[in-house]
């Protein structure tokens, strides 16, 4: 595959295309709901009502509002794009009667809502575009243009640089800058080195990556590709939690028809270097999402992380230095290369360049999936695009980061969303997952509830973490039982600071966060759930 | 000027240890610099000849300049580190750890073969505790008393791993394993199944001999007469890496 294969691909796949496509969501949400009927229903009352040359149904990825789907949209050239929302099987040809003058009683998304006008995709910006089935597909949208030019254009450190000077930062939650741990990975002398793609997404109410994954895979494995070009592996593995069966069945189809093209194994792009990708499938253990537990489960062995330092970098898969980066890290790599480090410095604030993609859930009425430049002010996100609490409720906080996270109380709603505000408030801006509490909600029972998460899903390996979230969880219970005494919230305290402290890795050093952030906004809460004799006289009585 | 050379030998490296000054070799980590020079820092899940796991976290340190407390028998030395091993918080966090330790399991000294020879019981007693703060959760285990020789005692195992590192790495019958996690994690045999059933075991006993508590032990022990000898694994693995044998 050279670039005049690509640009011919690009051509022809640009050239059948007819003047109307319904696109179809065809993403875990959508199909879990009927999806794949609608858009088998579509494709027959097209055929029926003769139009196969004038109308194509494509199976797409994420069309963003998860909570109305089965999403259709229908994108006619020259005239305004239509989404069609709940669309049912049954309404497939009432929809199609559309192009032939009649009408239909399928609901009408509001594009011009801004959950969609203050998008900026750039991560998702073939998804819910492309069919994610098809590498042709993935062409004619620019595909592998990035890693033509990387390959042919760019030496390995020009490619490092670019990234560096671009202002990425790792998307898995801790942020740390990309280019570095490249240059790190690129600099350390070795034989053998490997790239991992860190997609064991574990963070309750999170889909980002596997929206990527559903929708994108060829980018995700393109970015791969630069990236072991630029520090010189071999060899990738995609780590995926066995829990997404369709984004394992997705990469499976991308990683073969890259093979057949030339794009993966040996002379990728009929160039002197090698690489290919396999896949690992996760046992369901949130704690694999930690590199070095997850590099030990690729390894064969039990998943449990091992104290860092030696970092990844240096000691990593088998013992080789290993770049590990997650989903959406590698899916900002191919546009990056192909328009530039200064086209992406520009979006974003001076810290925190770029995109971030979000999973809106909870109480919000547009459950579903956006991406925003960087420095977005929370209230924006949750309130202007999400439309706020339902039924007339207010939103009392905004949980970020999962269970190694925080709430983000109502007050604080005009912070940017970035990495450092967000740490400052004693959060951390996680992979992407935001669920959003109304004024109902017991802030004591959310950190119970990811309490109970962690102490579920600790490996066992070090008595901070393995003993200290099962008394954490316990004292947690007791407040919400009503039986817990001032000591007791002391000792909550004392337990949260030392697990926080000691543990080996980032699942029990980052356990404490949901209960440190509600003690920090939410205090008057666990107050009120002391026993009335253990109060002082000055802490008013429980009011439920 | 002429390049730097690549140095073929392995230089060795100084560093303070609680304001003393003391030398290492280049790969030693901070806890085996320590003991070389007669510092002590507390360990529990460390056993001489075996790698180190840095699961306990009693061994944590604080190095000048880091942010996070490291484990010093997985750290190595660096030139000019400056480490502090016993300041008010780590004394704090170890006490802490020790009682989570004996409110997980049944840790009932009283009745235990390994009264007074358990490096629990003394790290605890070092420790100044004397009561634990959390409440007991009394879990109800199997005893395994299958294997004609040894037994297992899930009730006063603190899940160290040094028995499995033992099997693995200095008999190499890879017998003993993990399973389960979290709180739920137990020690092994084979798939599971009753120790004198497994088809690995070549009852050497190391891993007996490795139990820092009263976990394993040998059958026909009373209470406080588990003696074992832990340093006879360090001692194999001395004489097989380094031809060296410590009388």
Redesign the interface.
């Known amino acids: 595959m050279l670039l005049a294969d690509l640009l011919q691909l690009k051509d022809s796949e640009l050239t059948a295309r007819r003047p109307v496509t319904l696109r179809c969501c065809l993403a875990a949400g959508c199909l879990s709901s009927a999806g794949k009927e609608v858009k088998e229903a579509l494709d027959k009352a097209v055929a029926e009502a003769g139009l196969d040359d004038r109308v194509q149904v494509l199976g797409v990825g994420c069309l963003r509002l998860c909570c109305e789907g089965p999403l259709v949209l229908c994108e006619e050239q020259g005239k305004e794009p239509i989404l069609y929302e709940r669309v049912q099987p049954e309404d497939a040809t009432s929809l199609v009667g559309t192009f032939k003058g009649g009408t239909t009683h399928v609901r009408r998304g509001d594009l011009q809502h801004p959950f969609f006008t203050r998008q900026v995709s750039v991560v998702l910006e073939n998804c819910g575009v492309i069919d994610p089935d098809r590498i042709e597909c993935y062409i004619s949208a620019d595909g592998y243009l990035a890693l033509r030019d990387a390959l042919r254009e760019m030496s390995p450190q020009e490619v490092i640089h670019t990234i560096t000077r671009s202002g990425l930062r790792g998307r898995g939650g801790a942020g740390y800058p990309t280019g570095l741990k490249w240059a790190t990975v690129a600099k350390t002398r070795s034989a053998r080195k490997y790239v991992i793609c860190n997609a064991d997404e574990g963070d309750p109410g999170a889909f980002m990556d596997r929206s990527i994954l559903e929708s994108d895979p060829h980018r995700v494995i393109e970015g791969m590709i630069i990236a072991a070009y630029a520090v010189g592996a071999e060899q990738g593995y995609i780590y995926v939690r066995a829990e997404y069966p369709l984004a394992i069945q997705r990469l499976n189809t991308a990683i073969r028809q890259a093979k057949t093209a030339g794009l993966l194994g040996s002379g990728v792009m009929e160039s002197p270097f090698n690489f290919d990708v396999a896949i690992r499938i996760g046992a369901g ?1 949130f ?1 694999c999402g930690e590199e070095t537990a997850l590099m030990a489960s690729v390894e064969g062995q ?1 998943g449990q992380p ?2 860092r ?2 970092y990844p970098a240096e000691l990593g898969l088998f013992g080789h230095p290993t770049l590990i980066n997650n989903v959406e890290t590698f899916a900002n790599v191919p546009p990056i290369i192909r328009k530039g480090a200064d086209w992406f410095a520009g979006i974003g604030t001076e810290k925190s360049k770029g995109t971030k993609v979000f999973a809106l859930a909870g109480k919000i009425n547009r459950t579903g999936l956006i991406e925003v430049p960087m420095g977005t002010p929370l209230r924006v996100i949750v309130e202007t695009m999400g439309g706020g609490a339902p039924d007339g409720n207010q939103i009392k906080a905004v949980q970020t980061g999962g269970p190694s996270g925080g709430c983000i109380p109502a007050s604080h709603l005009d912070t940017p969303v970035e990495y450092e505000s967000l740490a400052a408030l004693g959060s951390i801006m996680g992979s992407g997952g935001m669920i959003v509490m109304d004024q109902d909600t017991n802030m004591v029972d959310v950190a119970r509830f990811f309490m109970e998460f962690c ?10 973490c ?6 954490l969880y ?1 004292l947690l219970g007791k407040l919400l039982e009503r039986r817990a005494s001032a000591a007791d919230l002391t ?1 909550l305290e ?2 949260c600071d ?1 697990v926080k ?4 890795c980032g699942l029990g050093q980052t356990a404490p966060n949901p209960v440190l952030s509600t003690l920090n906004f939410f205090r008057q809460e666990y107050l009120n759930l002391l026993q009335a004799e253990n109060r002082t006289s000055a802490e008013p009585a429980a009011t439920g | 000027m002429a390049p730097l050379q690549s140095i073929s030998f392995m230089a060795a490296k100084t560093l303070t240890i609680d304001g003393e000054l003391i030398s290492a070799e280049e790969d030693q980590s901070v806890l085996e610099a320590a003991r070389d020079n007669d510092l002590h820092i507390p360990t529990l899940c460390h056993l001489g000849g075996v790698m180190a796991v840095g699961a306990c976290r009693m061994c944590l340190v604080e190095v000048e300049g880091s942010p996070r407390l490291l484990s010093a028998c997985t750290t190595r030395v660096a030139e000019g580190m400056v480490v502090h091993t016993n300041s008010e918080r780590l004394r704090k966090y170890r006490r802490m750890i020790l009682e989570l330790l004996f409110a997980e399991r049944n840790h009932v000294c009283a009745v235990c073969v390994s009264n007074g020879q358990c490096e629990l019981q003394t790290l605890a007693m070092n420790h100044g505790m004397d009561h634990v703060r959390y409440p007991y959760r009394h879990p109800a285990f199997d005893v395994d008393l299958s294997h004609p020789r040894y037994g297992l005692d899930p009730h006063r195992c603190i899940l160290c791993t040094r028995c499995v590192r033992a099997c693995w790495h200095v008999e190499g019958a890879g017998t003993l394993n993990v399973a389960g996690r979290g709180d739920a994690s137990r020690i092994i045999t084979d798939l599971n199944q009753p120790w004198a059933d497994s088809e690995t075991c070549t009852s050497c006993g190391k891993c007996v001999q490795a139990c820092p508590t009263g976990a394993l032990f040998f059958q026909g022990s009373a209470v406080g007469e588990m003696q074992r000898d832990r340093s006879r694994l360090e001692y194999i693995v001395t004489a097989r890496e380094r031809k060296q044998w410590i009388v």
């Open positions: 253990a704690v039990r091992h104290p330092p030696p102490r579920d899903e600790s490996c066992g390996k070090c008595i901070p393995r003993a200290g979230t099962v008394q316990d000792q004392e337990l030392m402290h000691t543990s080996l």
